[in-house]
């Protein structure tokens, strides 16, 4: 618990009180708990206090003011195996520094000691690491995402080990929830109460008052609706009964907060421990995912049956020849002169070489006598040995050479090449990247240059689920009524009754996969797709899928998720109709067999093949046995269903169980568990995102000498992203492997989790066919749910309580009214089923706190509001309209709510600081194109009929859009011909005209006269 001190920041957490028990596993193999006070295993540690320091710890810091002859409660006394540490009577004495004195002198000595905090990641841990700064002490391993700490390690005096882990990262509830979830007993620990947080004030502390602190000392306002209608409940009912000292409560609250974290950490302990054999989940791993794998490793994966897929593709090493061929394209756009005429590797005859020596060239450039042929090299700076990026030259880089072996070896090449008698054009990659972090218009121009990579499975293959609004409005007729439905379990579904490959793949390049007997291109039927595994190929979409909405996912150069008919279109966030050629439609990326056939079947067509990895290997069974394992733990821990009572219904209900789902539950076991229930639901959801852990994240690396520093400075293998000077000895630094030197973790396996989403996605993908076949309506989609409408006792969607079957959301409501305002950004108007009374309204946007205060500012109402007068038109759709008319996430809109909330923040030196936060809400769809009544459509969609009339309009004399003036009038020369000057052309009206010259237009367009 921490006391607020105002300044310019905000109020900074000032640490007041720290209260710690310890245990030790001799106490808890014997079962001897914290309780348990003078009882101690044999070997026991955490059972005797020793020296006086220690001793005074283990006693409460209880007390009154000098006229207060309240007596101390019974829960609060002396106890060896809890500690307090506290500044109630010296500010000087920081309780943080104590716990540091407690774990690095008088913890147990070569022995590893867990200190586990709810939260800590986002809090306690920082007032440690605050601490740690003051005495310029740094911790031996420091594990983060941005500023949230995941672990933490420690080394104390006499080979003293600590530990920090994050208790949030297992559990994933808030704390005062855990006592329903692992069904803690009152004995041990009471239901989490409210508590004054802005009342803790040093002059609070002795003050007994009658009742309770005033209500706005608990923040009732920002917490939501219904935890402020508790509180405000709970705080009238109270306040004629009791008394109120905060240095009472302040230790009755903590310790109960700590007795809530030990009881439920020592419970979730032993339960994984149960069902893991043996894995302890704190030692295992810092996460759920990390524990999932640990346990899919340890129990259920046979030894040497995976592969480890190597970060960006197995033919990475063509990466920078790819590079090299981009700037070639670069180069030719900046030179018109050498338009078409630099000859490279994607020319039909191949790259050029150089007579007698065995040199390929990266780009050729016979330029007119006397003008000597132009070399263009592009020199990757890893695998060249580049001066200034690897200063330490005896550093190993590619081949295992070292930098000065590379450079030399470079060096040469680039003399001999002009013994040959060529000019040299030399340009290294860290001189590109700087020229594109500098100029974004030049940065996008090279984003947009069609250059085929090897294939990458990150950055080609992987995405995630598909989520996004197919209609921003819907208010339902008489007859009509919205259905939201949630797929059960998609993850653990398409885990248990898919297969996934195994081994190395077989990779064929492009060379290899256009020769017989491979089918000839464009390949339109899945019949001319005679591979398995991952594709790297040219999609051309078709114009409409029949009210379906498109299959494919198209990354767009700023990196959004789409789902397009168009590449182009998508990019340019066009809102008119699509008049780009095919080649401008296509695009290329990366798709497992199955996404693709599935697109074959709708109309796709594959006009190029670029690369293949072909699996040999399947395994229909891999994840089955630990999906089956934590499935029917959670079905088991669920307890019988309701109306389950008889011995002949348990039997049927066991039989049809094992039937759906070929799991067998023992009924002995059945019975409500609500911490199993927890752990089964998310181990057996958190697997798949672990085997594509993200490769080159920040390190803290902390430097406590100048010597130290600049060492982190020069490495050639780390870019240093930021320093700060926590004291007068030690500084911070934020440090991050070179894409060069980033190793990815030893388990990732990026083709097994590529495979997951690919089929999640398709499943999904099954349902939306399945609402169209009901005549239904898609609203919205998430990762695994649908809002649709549908006619009132007209067909539905197929539901049921299976894994992969669809289930009710909100079963006993009416869905009247649907908004959203983008992806993960929607709510709803629903009421009672039966009735049609009880009108509620619920809305789901992510990352805004939805708190009391907030909802006055931002509700259903409000929310609409914005979605009608952002994107609500009149009519048929201008085919001329701005391409900006939407305003996608323009922060000059003035339509946006901006909310206020307090935010506890942390800063690089770990200072803890509460503010307040503002966010503004706007809406922002960039998924596609808007039509009259919020409609949308994909980017690209053609609407054949005006189509065909836009281009009969194209081929007329007269162009619409086009400015008139007098220098655009015809003149008659001496010889009586007609002669037309050059036109003034407004080529920012001319739809799908992104980056065309004024003869561009002329050639598409020719004049008239």
């Not at 106890?79 to 147990?108: A, C, I, K, W």
């Not at 009132?792 to 006993?812: D, I």
């Amino acid at each position: 618990m921490s006391i607020g001190a105002n300044n310019n920041m905000g109020f900074k957490h000032i640490p007041l009180l720290l209260i710690a028990e310890v245990i030790c596993e001799k106490c808890i193999v014997a079962g001897i708990s914290i309780g348990d006070v003078g009882q101690r295993a044999p070997g026991c540690f955490c059972g005797k206090p020793r020296g006086q320091r220690w001793q005074r710890w283990c006693s409460p810091p209880f007390k009154n003011a000098p006229d207060d002859n309240t007596p101390m409660p019974d829960n609060l006394g002396y106890n060896p195996r809890r500690m307090y540490f506290h500044s109630f009577d010296n500010e000087e004495e920081n309780p943080v520094d104590q716990f540091l004195d407690y774990l690095l002198t008088y913890g147990s000595q070569r022995m590893l000691t867990v200190c586990i905090a709810h939260n800590g990641g986002k809090y306690d841990f920082h007032l440690i690491l605050e601490a740690l700064h003051r005495r310029s002490l740094p911790p031996k391993n420091l594990c983060t995402t941005g500023l949230k700490i995941y672990s933490m390690r420690l080394g104390g005096n006499h080979q003293r080990k600590i530990l920090f882990k994050d208790s949030l990262n297992y559990f994933i509830c808030e704390l005062d929830a855990l006592t329903k979830v692992f069904s803690l007993p009152e004995e041990i620990a009471t239901t989490k109460p409210f508590f004054p947080y802005l009342y803790v004030q040093r002059q609070h502390l002795l003050k007994r008052i009658n009742g309770l602190p005033p209500l706005h000392y608990y923040q009732p306002d920002f917490k939501k609706s219904e935890k402020r209608e508790q509180l405000i409940t709970w705080h009238q009912n109270q306040t004629n009964r009791v008394n109120f000292q905060l240095r009472e409560q302040l230790l009755l609250y903590c310790a109960n907060d700590v007795a809530i974290l030990r009881e439920s950490v020592l419970r979730y302990r032993r339960l994984i421990g149960e069902h893991t054999r043996g894995l302890d989940p704190f030692l295992a791993a810092s996460t759920a995912a990390g524990l999932a794998l640990n346990t899919m490793r340890h129990c259920f994966l046979p030894e040497n049956w995976l592969v480890h897929s190597p970060e960006g593709g197995y033919l990475r090493g063509r990466r920078a020849s790819a590079e090299s061929q981009r700037y070639i394209r670069l180069f030719e756009m900046e030179n018109n002169e050498a338009a078409g005429k630099v000859r490279c590797a994607q020319w039909a005859i191949g790259e050029a070489h150089v007579e007698d020596s065995g040199f390929r060239l990266d780009g050729l450039w016979y330029r007119s006598p006397p003008l000597k042929p132009l070399a263009i090299e592009y020199m990757g700076c890893y695998y060249h040995g580049c001066l200034q990026c690897f200063p330490i030259r005896n550093h190993r880089l590619a081949a295992g050479r070292t930098a000065e072996e590379l450079y030399e070896r470079t060096q040469a090449r680039l003399w001999e090449l002009e013994q040959h008698g060529y000019s040299l054009h030399v340009v290294w990659g860290h001189e590109m990247k700087a020229r594109l972090r500098c100029n974004p218009q030049l940065r996008r121009k090279w984003n947009e240059i069609d250059c085929v990579k090897p294939l990458d499975p990150r950055e080609d293959c992987l995405r995630g689920g598909r989520t996004e609004p197919f209609k921003l409005h819907h208010i339902c007729e008489n007859n009509e009524e919205i259905l939201y439905i949630d797929i059960v379990s998609l993850y653990p579904y398409v885990m248990k009754s898919k297969e996934f490959p195994i081994g190395h793949p077989i990779v064929l390049t492009r060379e290899t996969l256009l020769s017989p007997p491979n089918a000839p291109l464009p390949w339109t039927l899945p019949e001319h797709n005679t591979y398995k595994g991952l594709l790297l190929v040219r999609v051309l979409p078709p114009t409409t899928i029949h009210g379906l909405p498109p299959l494919l996912g198209y990354r767009t150069h700023d990196g959004r998720l789409t789902f397009p008919l168009c590449a182009t279109c998508a990019d340019n966030r066009q809102q008119q109709q699509c008049h780009h050629i095919d080649k401008k439609r296509s695009w290329v990326a990366g798709y497992t067999h199955v996404e693709l056939n599935k697109a074959l079947e709708l109309g796709y067509n594959v006009v190029d093949v670029h690369e293949v990895w072909h699996y040999e290997r399947w395994d229909p069974q891999l994840f089955r046995g630990y999906v089956n394992t934590f499935v029917g733990l959670k079905q088991q821990a669920s307890g019988w269903p309701q109306g389950c009572e008889s011995p002949e219904d348990r039997v049927q209900y066991i039989s049809e169980f094992e039937r759906v789902e070929g799991i067998r539950m023992d009924p002995q076991l059945v019975q409500v568990n609500p911490g199993l229930r927890m752990i089964a639901k998310i181990l057996a959801n958190s697997l798949w995102g672990k085997l594509a852990q993200r490769v080159g994240g920040t390190e803290v690396k902390y430097a406590q000498t100048p010597a130290e520093f600049h060492q982190l400075l020069d490495d050639p293998t780390i870019e240093t992203l930021d320093f700060d000077h926590v004291s007068e000895y030690m500084d911070r630094c934020v440090v991050r492997k070179k894409e060069e030197f980033a190793k990815p973790p030893e388990t990732n396996c990026l083709p097994l989790a590529i495979f997951v989403t690919s089929y999640a996605r398709l499943h999904l993908y099954q349902y939306m066919e399945e609402v169209q076949q009901v005549n239904g309506k898609i609203l919205y989609c998430d990762t695994d749910s649908i809002i649709y409408v549908a006619k009132r006792g007209g067909g539905r969607v197929v539901e049921g309580e299976a894994l992969g079957q669809m289930k009710r959301e909100h079963p006993t409501r009416r869905i009247l009214e649907f908004v959203a305002g983008g992806p993960k950004n929607y709510g709803f108007r629903h009421v009672d089923g039966l009735t049609g009374n009880d009108e509620r309204a619920k809305l789901k946007i992510r990352s805004f706190p939805l708190s009391y205060a907030t909802h006055q500012m931002l509700n259903f109402e409000s929310m609409k509001e914005l979605v009608l007068s952002q994107f609500d038109i009149d009519g048929e759709m201008d085919e001329m309209l701005p391409e900006n008319l939407f305003l996608f996430g323009n922060e000059n809109n003035n339509n946006f709510i901006r909310v206020e909330f307090p935010q506890i923040g942390r800063t690089r030196r770990s200072e803890l600081y509460t503010n307040m936060a503002r966010k503004e809400y706007r809406p922002c769809y960039e998924k596609g194109r808007i039509r009259p009544g919020l409609e949308t459509l994909p980017f690209g969609y053609r609407n054949m009929e005006q189509f065909e009339q836009q281009q009969n309009l194209e081929e007329a004399p007269i162009r619409r859009r086009r400015r008139i003036d007098s220098s655009n009038s015809p003149t008659i020369n001496q010889q009586g011909d007609v002669q037309q000057q050059q036109q003034r052309l407004d080529l920012e009206d001319i739809p799908g005209s992104s980056g065309w010259t004024e003869n561009d237009y002329l050639q598409r367009y020719p004049p008239p006269f």
